[in-house]
């Protein structure tokens, strides 16, 4: 049987996926293959997470969420997906700090790849994470916790280092979020106020197609306290008369309660219900991050893109997120805003304007989302991470044979140096 990624736009070439069922026959298995990598919910729109030798999905493993409620985390297992970590958290009274657009997405492989929600005061998801165990490449199970050596190195590791069994998150108390949708931002207001704007709200997206003189839609995702009210004026625009979809025209029956509706957590910091299933084979995505402080240069250089962009384009959405100190994390460093374009599912036109984007963003030192499309040649990724260097030591150090390499690797990590 084919297998494909989520969207449909990239087929696993490995020759078998293996589906281990306990921790136990995870190692044996990993102790006695010469090359495996790590598959996650299949939503990276590159190989990322593929090798033609094996791989190894863990949507079987055993084992619930472990809330340690003195400690404030819970643990999960590799396969666990963050729609069923909320149905086991809020009910007991936690939660974690932030969530994806989408709820669909296993914990471990958006860790892996830096995934991550919006929000000013917001780490990207890996932010989270307080502690990883590890089946390295003879089968050894191993554990790294923050504050170790490796630490920062080990959590957006891109599977190079193992195949991540368990995950520890930061929790917290449980709360609701109230999200309004607020339509036509002109783009004058938007570039003048973004500060402003994305301060607004815990979370806040900009939905824009980059035409005309407005941002079409401004999703804000506030946390209810004692005092709360809806927000009428934001530089310019309305509140929008009824749910939206981001995408113009397109029935919101599949999106998360909106009209500043108070709710759990889980049920509005997500773009998209959890017991709504994605549509396939319908989407590219490519997403760059770039230091907060460029942020409005770079919307100035994508939008004079517009008449090359719009006509491959669904949607943009414009996030931001707090730093971290994740070697390998886009926000490494410092705050960053993310540029996400939703392309229509046309790969060969999409991968021939990237290029173009990229050139556009390269003063503002963007960097690419791991898991989505981006160009593959004249790449310089080691000047954008300053703890490139460590990270090639720790592969070496950690997996001298190569038993979790891949093209992927080889070609955007292992053969660039500093």
Not at 50 to 67: F, K, R, T
Not at 384 to 396: E, K, S, V
Request: aromatic share 6%; with cysteine; net charge negative.
């Amino acid at each position: 049987m084919t297998l494909t990624n989520w969207a449909g736009n990239y087929v696993y070439r490995a020759g078998v996926v293996h589906h281990p069922t306990s921790v136990e026959e995870l190692q044996e298995l990993v102790a006695r293959s010469p090359r495996i990598r790590a598959l996650g919910t299949r939503h990276c729109f590159n190989d990322l997470a593929d090798d033609p030798a094996a791989l190894v999905a863990l949507d079987e493993l055993d084992g619930e969420p472990q809330v340690d409620e003195q400690a404030r985390t819970v643990t999960v297992t590799g396969g666990t997906r963050y729609g069923t970590l909320a149905q086991h958290l809020h009910p007991a009274g936690w939660a974690v700090h932030n969530l994806a657009s989408l709820p669909h997405i296993s914990v471990a492989g958006a860790v892996a790849t830096a995934t991550h929600g919006s929000g000013d005061a917001s780490g990207n998801l890996a932010s989270a994470v307080a502690a990883l165990e590890v089946v390295g490449p003879d089968g050894t199970l191993r554990t790294v916790r923050r504050g170790d050596d490796d630490f920062a190195g080990s959590v957006v590791a891109l599977g190079a280092l193992g195949v991540v069994t368990r995950v520890t998150l930061d929790i917290e108390p449980t709360y609701e979020v109230a999200q309004e949708v607020h339509v036509d931002l002109p783009w004058a207001q938007a570039l003048e106020h973004l500060d402003e704007i994305t301060s607004s709200a815990d979370s806040v997206s900009l939905f824009t197609d980059w035409t005309g003189e407005t941002i079409q839609q401004v999703w804000r995702k506030t946390r209810v306290t004692p005092g709360y009210t809806l927000r009428t004026d934001l530089f310019g625009t309305v509140p929008a008369d009824g749910p939206r979809h981001p995408l113009p025209g397109i029935d919101p029956v599949n999106c998360t309660a909106q009209l500043g509706q108070p709710g759990p957590w889980h049920d509005r910091l997500p773009h998209f219900r959890m017991d709504f299933t994605p549509s396939n084979g319908d989407e590219l995505q490519s997403e760059f991050l770039v230091p907060r402080a460029h942020a409005v240069a770079a919307l100035e250089a994508v939008r004079s893109l517009s008449d090359l962009v719009s006509p491959l384009l669904q949607v943009t959405e414009v996030r931001t997120m707090a730093g971290d100190d994740l070697w390998l994390s886009g926000a490494q460093g410092g705050p960053r805003v993310g540029l996400h374009f939703t392309w229509l599912p046309r790969q060969a036109e999409v991968e021939a304007v990237l290029p173009t984007i990229e050139a556009a963003l390269a003063p503002f030192d963007a960097r690419p989302h791991w898991g989505k499309l981006f160009a593959d040649e004249n790449r310089d990724l080691a000047r954008l991470y300053p703890h490139w260097d460590d990270f090639q030591a720790l592969i070496a150090r950690t997996d001298p044979d190569g038993v979790f390499r891949n093209d992927f690797l080889e070609r955007h990590v292992l053969g660039t140096r500093a």
